[in-house]
C-alpha cells in the first residue's frame, strides 16, 4: 500500500500567488516525520521543511510552511508568494520510526510538478 | 556544507555491461542511500547502508547490489545492465542519527543512466 500519496500530478499558480501541495501519508506509529524536498529541472534535490509527529506547532521556514492535519494524516506544503524559480517537481516523504523496527530510511511520495506563471 | 558526489552526471551503457554507480561523501556519516527516479514513480529505494560492509534491501534490489568497503563511499553495481534500468539514480547520506530537522537527508546531482 502507497505510504505517500501526492495527488497532484501537476499544479499551476501565478507568480506572488499561495499555493498548497497536497500529501497524505499512512502510518501506524506514533512517532514519524515528513519531510518536503524541490527537485528544480537541474535535477538536485533541495531539504525544504521538517514536521516531526509531536510538534505541537506546524513547521514554518521562510515562504514555505507545512499544514499538518494529523488526525487527517496530512501534511500539505504552503508557499507563500510564490516565485518564478519556484517551478519545480515537489515531493513529500516520510521516515520510518527506526524505534519500533522501521528501517532507517525515507519513503517518497510520486511528486507534483509545480509551474508559476509569470 | 555536506557534499555528496556522484561520479557521472550522464552515462550511456550497453545491455548486458555491467555498470558501476560511485557516490562520494565528504563526512563521516554513517547512512547512504541509493535510489532510482522514474517519471510518476518517484524515489524508489533500491538499498541502502548504515556501516562500512554493511547493506540493507530496499523496496526494489533486483537487478542490483551494492558496496560499501570505506565510511566514504558507496557503490551501485547493475550486474547485467538491462533497458529497464534506464532512469535517474540518486545517492543520498543521513546527517547523524535518527530523522528530523538537522538530521534530513543530502542527495547529490544524480546520474542518468542509459542502458541501449
Known amino acids: 500500500a502507497q505510504k505517500i500519496t501526492q495527488t497532484q500530478p501537476g499544479m499551476f499558480v501565478q507568480e506572488k500567488e499561495a499555493v498548497t501541495l497536497d500529501c497524505t501519508y499512512d502510518?501506524?506509529?506514533?512517532?514519524?516525520?515528513l519531510f518536503w524536498y524541490k527537485q528544480p529541472s537541474s535535477g538536485e534535490m533541495i531539504f525544504l521543511i521538517y514536521?516531526?509527529?509531536?510538534?505541537?506547532q506546524n513547521a514554518t521556514e521562510g515562504r514555505y510552511s507545512l499544514n499538518f492535519q494529523k488526525a487527517r494524516k496530512s501534511a500539505n506544503l504552503v508557499i507563500s508568494a510564490s516565485q518564478l524559480g519556484d517551478s519545480a517537481m515537489y515531493f513529500c516523504?516520510?521516515?520510518?520510526?527506526?524505534?519500533?523496527?522501521?528501517?532507517?530510511?525515507?519513503?517518497f511520495g510520486k511528486g507534483t510538478k509545480l509551474t508559476v506563471n509569470p | 556544507d555536506v557534499k555528496v558526489t556522484q561520479s557521472s552526471r550522464y552515462l550511456v551503457k550497453r545491455t548486458g555491461e555491467k555498470v558501476f554507480l560511485e557516490c562520494v561523501q565528504d563526512m563521516d556519516h554513517e547512512n547512504m542511500f541509493w535510489y532510482r527516479q522514474d517519471p510518476g514513480l518517484g524515489l524508489r529505494l533500491i538499498y541502502f547502508?548504515?556501516?562500512?560492509?554493511?547493506?540493507e534491501k530496499g523496496d526494489i534490489p533486483e537487478g542490483y547490489s551494492v558496496s560499501r568497503e570505506k565510511k566514504e563511499r558507496f557503490s551501485l553495481i547493475l550486474e547485467s545492465a538491462s533497458t529497464n534500468q534506464t532512469s535517474m539514480y540518486l545517492c543520498?547520506?543521513?546527517?547523524?542519527?535518527?530523522?528530523?530537522?538537522?538530521?534530513?537527508?543530502?542527495f547529490g546531482q544524480g546520474t542518468r543512466l542509459t542502458v541501449v
Open positions: 516523504a516520510m521516515r520510518e520510526d527506526e524505534a519500533q523496527g522501521g528501517s532507517e530510511k525515507l519513503v
Open positions: 543520498a547520506i543521513k546527517l547523524g542519527g535518527g530523522w528530523g530537522r538537522n538530521t534530513e537527508a543530502f
Open positions: 547502508s548504515y556501516d562500512v560492509k554493511m547493506k
Open positions: 514536521q516531526g509527529s509531536y510538534d505541537e
Open positions: 502510518t501506524s506509529d506514533q512517532s514519524y516525520g
